[in-house]
């Protein structure tokens, strides 16, 4: 088997070296086909991003030589840069400044090639060099089933340094590597610089997977360290990596073992489309298209599918920038260019195509990037769907355990022979009420969120203040509509005229008017109530018609 393997894989090798010599590459490294196969190969070569003049390029060179994370001034600054186009030559240095990479070395105790080193042991013993990692893969796969039958290192093998979990990690590394972006250049192949570039970008990720073990490996990966290896030096890549797949602000919320990250992500991004196009969501629903089938494959890959290649990287200089928000800001802007296409679909097997393989036309730079800068994705937006979700999780966990609670009874009653004990309808009834006020309480607290957001535009902490000095301060009673209305009338009258009004006023006061009361016999009008809070008395007119008092 291993010889048929061998010599499949020197055939294969030959026809990649004849193919790679006759190819010519575009300025990003892809390699230019024909017109009738870019189609299958998914990428565009006419690249429509702007060229920044020398004297820009000059203030973003000085910009980035003085550069200070924590300066609003520094990032306002990078943020219109960015928005006019970062030149390729910069991105590399940009994405530094931007992921404190630099800092993140100086902090760390993680050494790069100290860790390497550790990790060539199990592929000496394995027979596997990195640079020949991908015809390695059936040997991987046949010492990971003969491990896994006898579930334990072999006992003839007792000095081997490798285990079970070691090369499933390689072999997964592996068959990812065969698969990221196959028509560029620093990958495809068996030319020098193609198998370079697959042996750096297996050594990132393995070293991320030692560097992080509660992640490790997951999908996905491969395709975010290659970019990154496109841009920069290979252990440059590994910390932009791991600054990327670490932090809160980026990917940390998108990337584990199970993931399970993702699945509540792209959960979150389903309401979102539901409250935003909820139009557009139902017609997809309708037509049996689900956004777990294309988000999860744009937050994996962070939209590395796109077809033009200088659009993909502008929405990366957003997500470096931005954070998460920027990857829900993308995809909201993908499907808004492509609303009208889709609602004039009915079919799931024309509205998920062109869902996976975006159109050149939507996803050209002159299309896509002013969009995305004209489309707002808010943090409170995001913060209600993440609480949306949760509830509504929390819910299902709910009725699960009611019906477990419900098929253990009827068994525990099934069971019990002549003891009939059955669930009261007023349960049943209570559970209903339980489910329906859940949901009001979730629709309510969303609502209230929002309006608390979107009503002052100062925002929550305006909100905060106005609520803590209205309860610090004690509660006084509003005045009454008529003397509201005597005060503002009396403002453009004369001293004179205000002084016999008031002369009037205590005249009327002194006599006290009386009114029919119920029993028929004439009660006093004015009556002294005392203020709930014992600030005093006030006196309160009771008279159900001021005109039958002044009568009388």
Request: charged fraction near 25%; glycine fraction near 6%.
């Amino acid at each position: 088997m291993r010889r048929r393997n061998s010599s499949n894989a020197s055939r294969r090798s030959s026809t990649f070296r004849r193919r790679s010599e006759n190819l010519h590459f575009d300025e990003f490294g892809f390699a230019l086909t024909k017109r009738k196969h870019q189609k299958i190969h998914q990428r565009c070569h006419d690249y429509s991003y702007p060229q920044l003049s020398p004297v820009r390029v000059k203030e973003l060179c000085e910009l980035l030589s003085y550069w200070n994370g924590a300066s609003f001034i520094c990032r306002s600054q990078i943020e219109r840069f960015i928005r006019m186009g970062i030149p390729p030559s910069l991105r590399g240095r940009v994405w530094k400044c931007l992921l404190t990479t630099d800092s993140l070395i100086e902090t760390s105790d993680f050494n790069y090639q100290k860790c390497l080193s550790e990790v060539r042991g199990p592929l000496v013993d394995l027979g596997v060099s990195e640079y020949g990692i991908l015809s390695a893969i059936a040997t991987l796969s046949e010492t990971q089933n003969d491990l896994g039958l006898n579930h334990q290192q072999p006992s003839s093998c007792p000095e081997t340094s490798y285990s079970v979990d070691d090369i499933t990690v390689f072999r997964q590394i592996a068959l990812d590597l065969q698969r990221s972006f196959p028509t560029h250049r620093s990958l495809m192949g068996e030319s020098p610089e193609a198998i370079e570039g697959q042996a750096k970008l297996f050594r990132v990720l393995i070293a991320y997977a030692k560097y992080n073990p509660q992640v490790g490996y997951s999908q996905g990966m491969s395709y975010i360290a290659a970019v990154l290896l496109m841009q920069l030096e290979e252990e440059e890549a590994f910390w932009a990596l791991t600054a990327l797949l670490d932090k809160p602000k980026y990917l940390a919320e998108l990337f584990d073992v199970g993931l399970t990250k993702i699945q509540h992500q792209v959960k979150m991004f389903d309401q979102f489309l539901k409250h935003r196009k909820p139009k557009l969501f139902q017609h997809m629903e309708s037509a049996g298209v689900l956004t777990v089938h294309f988000v999860m494959p744009w937050f994996l890959t962070l939209f590395t599918s796109l077809p033009c290649w200088d659009s993909v990287l502008a929405v990366w200089d957003l997500i470096i920038l931005h954070g998460l928000s920027a990857v829900f800001r993308t995809t909201l802007t993908i499907i808004e260019l492509l609303e009208p296409k889709l609602m004039d679909l009915n079919d799931e097997g024309a509205l998920l195509p062109l869902l996976l393989r975006v159109p050149v036309d939507v996803a050209q730079y002159t299309v896509l990037v002013p969009a995305l800068w004209n489309t707002e994705v808010q943090d409170w937006e995001l913060k209600c769907m993440d609480s949306l979700v949760l509830d509504e999780s929390h819910h299902g966990l709910k009725e699960e355990n009611s019906e477990n609670q419900k098929v253990t009874h009827q068994s525990q009653v099934s069971g019990g022979g002549n003891e009939n004990v059955s669930t009261p309808p007023e349960e049943e009834k209570t559970t209903e009420k339980d489910s329906v006020t859940g949901v009001k309480k979730v629709l309510n607290r969303v609502i209230r969120l929002a309006q608390r957001y979107l009503l002052n535009p100062m925002g929550r902490q305006g909100l905060e203040e106005k609520g803590s000095q209205t309860q610090a301060k004690p509660r006084q009673r509003s005045p009454a509509p008529r003397r509201g209305l005597r005060t503002r009338t009396s403002a453009s009258l004369t001293h004179a005229q205000i002084r016999t009004r008031r002369r009037s006023q205590q005249r009327g006061r002194a006599q006290q008017p009386a009114v029919w009361g119920s029993s028929g016999d004439l009660t006093g009008a004015s009556v002294n109530v005392t203020d709930t809070a014992g600030n005093g008395k006030a006196d309160r007119d009771t008279t159900p018609n001021k005109r039958l008092s002044l009568l009388c």
